[in-house]
C-alpha cells in the first residue's frame, strides 16, 4: 500500500505569519510531488510541483523535498486570509498516478 | 496552468436513471484522464483511468459496468453513472494528465477540472 501522509490540522495561523505543511510518502520511488489547494465545495488546483531535492520557491509558496527522509513540505509566507483551504500533498506512484494524503486545512485569521 | 473543463457543474436526478459527466481538456491533448470521487469531508479517491482509444483501468471496487468510461478522444473523455442511486450522490472530479517536453525537463502534471457535484433522489 503506498501511502501519503500529512500532519492532520486544523492549522490555524494569524495573517502574515508562516504556515507550514508537511507530508511523508512511503513509496522511495516516487519521483514526482505536488501541493493542491482545495477550497471548500470546490476541486483541487496545483500550486507547487517538485522533482528534486531542495526547495522551489513561487510566490509566496516554497515546497521542500528531501527524497532520503521520504519528506515534502510547503511553507505558505506571508499567509493571507484567501489563503485558508485545504491543502493536499500528492505523489506520483511511478504508473502515472496520484496518490493523495488526507489533507491539511488551514485557516488563516485576520 | 492547463485547462481542464467539466460538464455539468451540477446534476440532480431520480433514482434508477443515468447520467453523463464530460471532462475536456481546453488546451492540452491529454491522453491520459482521471475520474475520481469525493465524498464530504473526505480526500480524493481514484475511481478509474481513461486512457485516449482504449478501455479504462478501474480501481479495486469500482464497478465498471455502473461506472462506463469512454475516452473518443484526446480532449475528452466521458463518465457515465449508469441507475444511479442515493448512495451515489457525491462530488466527481476528473482530472487531465499534461504530460509535454519542456527545456526544463518533462513536464508530467494533472490538472482537475471544476468537478460535477451528482445528486440522486
Known amino acids: 500500500q503506498k501511502e501519503v501522509e500529512q500532519n492532520s490540522g486544523p492549522l490555524s495561523v494569524p495573517e502574515g505569519a508562516i504556515a507550514s505543511l508537511n507530508c511523508t510518502y512511503s513509496d522511495r520511488g516516487s519521483q514526482s510531488f505536488f501541493w493542491y489547494r482545495q477550497y471548500s465545495g470546490k476541486s483541487p488546483e496545483l500550486i507547487m510541483s517538485i522533482y528534486s531535492n531542495g526547495d522551489k520557491e513561487d510566490g509566496r509558496f516554497t515546497a521542500q523535498l528531501n527524497k532520503a527522509s521520504q519528506y515534502v513540505s510547503l511553507l505558505i509566507r506571508d499567509s493571507q486570509p484567501s489563503d485558508s483551504a485545504t491543502y493536499l500533498c500528492?505523489?506520483?506512484?511511478?504508473?502515472?498516478?496520484?496518490?493523495f494524503g488526507a489533507g491539511t486545512t488551514v485557516t488563516v485569521r485576520a | 496552468g492547463a485547462v481542464v473543463s467539466q460538464h455539468p457543474s451540477w446534476v440532480i436526478c431520480k433514482s434508477g436513471t443515468s447520467v453523463k459527466i464530460e471532462c475536456r481538456s481546453l488546451?492540452?491533448?491529454?491522453?491520459?484522464m482521471f475520474w475520481y470521487r469525493q465524498f464530504p469531508k473526505q480526500s480524493l479517491m481514484l475511481m478509474a483511468t481513461?486512457?485516449?482509444?482504449?478501455?479504462?483501468?478501474?480501481e479495486q471496487g469500482v464497478e465498471k459496468d455502473k461506472f462506463l468510461i469512454n475516452h473518443a478522444s484526446l480532449t475528452l473523455s466521458t463518465l457515465t453513472v449508469t441507475s444511479a442511486h442515493p448512495e451515489d450522490s457525491s462530488f466527481y472530479i476528473c482530472s487531465a494528465r499534461d504530460l509535454r517536453p519542456t527545456t526544463a525537463g518533462a513536464i508530467d502534471t494533472q490538472y482537475f477540472g471544476p468537478g460535477t457535484r451528482l445528486t440522486v433522489l
Open positions: 500528492a505523489v506520483n506512484q511511478g504508473d502515472y498516478k496520484l496518490s
Open positions: 488546451d492540452f491533448q491529454a491522453t491520459t
Open positions: 481513461s486512457n485516449e482509444g482504449s478501455k479504462a483501468t478501474y
